[in-house]
Nanobody, 118 residues
């Protein structure tokens, strides 16, 4: 079982930056992919970025060129650097782990709120 704790969210103006962190504990290994999701009120959760154990990275089209995902395997921590933030980036951000046998985990952390507003 994996436990995930997100942090780093806050209120920023458009064009600002935030760095989110996700600390993982439990049965997580360096070969497991990690990902960031976000969910705005009234909308479905969407996948924002992923980083595989081998280092392959993917981004949603809406954040390409602005967000950067990275991980520190020694600390079991994944990060999301968010630059040039837009109001449409507002939402609760969650991290998750992709497990070999079951895919993306069903147990979500508390998430961290990101609000982009003037």
């Amino acid at each position: 079982q994996v436990q995930l704790v997100e942090s780093g969210g806050g209120l920023v103006q458009p064009g600002g930056s935030l760095r989110l962190s996700c600390a993982a504990s439990g049965s997580i290994f360096s070969f497991n992919a990690m990902g960031w999701y976000r969910q705005a009120p009234g909308k479905q959760r969407e996948l924002v970025a992923t980083i595989a154990g081998g280092g392959i990275i993917t981004y949603a089209d809406s954040v390409k060129g602005r967000f950067t995902i990275s991980r520190d395997s020694a600390k079991n921590t994944v990060y999301l650097q968010m630059n040039s933030l837009k109001p449409e980036d507002t939402g609760v951000y969650y991290c998750n782990t992709h497990l070999l046998t079951t895919g993306w985990g069903k147990e979500w952390g508390q998430g961290t709120q990101v609000t982009v507003s003037s």
